[in-house]
């Protein structure tokens, strides 16, 4: 079936050091979604790529999707202690009805 | 506008027993998703429901059930308990389901002792 796989599980960096997260998928994607989770909290939406090679930028959130549309990531630039919590990349399953989750990369910042 | 709201936050049953989770969707959204944040894995997608109807359903067995009314609010229905139920189940809603972006509510936390 199909599945989302997202690295690294979980990501420990001090205040200012930079996050990158991956999302690959054994198939071609029509579109992926990216949501944060702060602790304690629900997922909340960030962003939504649909073009082949699509680079998307919120601040110091950059969002790519990869030219074969198989993969995706997030790098967070000189993180802050507001950026702790764990990052969803989220794929349509084959028959485009729901949105399947990765397990999620968790952020742990010290400053 | 209001967000997702789900009811009750939290929700203790013992195994065997059914539990009713309620979720009312943000108004214009016909979409209502549920799904399952167990420790360590992830956002399991448990059911999705438009317009009053079931439109898929995730790798759950069929104890795990659930309805949209006319007003497009929803309630999940857990039959049967057993411990590994135990986790937080989310509501989310859209305008059209697959492509637009999911809103989620809070959550309710089902403990099952």
New interface residues.
Partial sequence: ?QQVMQIPQYQHVQEGEDFTTYCNSSTTL??I?W?KQRPG?????LI?LVKSGEVKKQKRLTFQFGEAKKNSSLHITATQTTDVGTY?C?E??Q??????????TTLSVSS | EAGVTQSPTHLIKTRGQQATLRCSPISGHTSVYWYQQALGLGLQFLLWYDEGEERNRGNFPPRFSGRQFPNYSSELNVNALELEDSALYLCASSFVGGKSPLHFGNGTRLTVT
Avoid: C, E, R, W
Wanted: glycine share 20%; proline share 4%; net charge neutral.
């Fill in positions: 079936g029509s579109n979604q949501y909290g629900h997922p909340v939406f939504q969803f989220a349509d399953n028959a485009g009805t729901a949105l399947i989750f990765g397990k999620g």
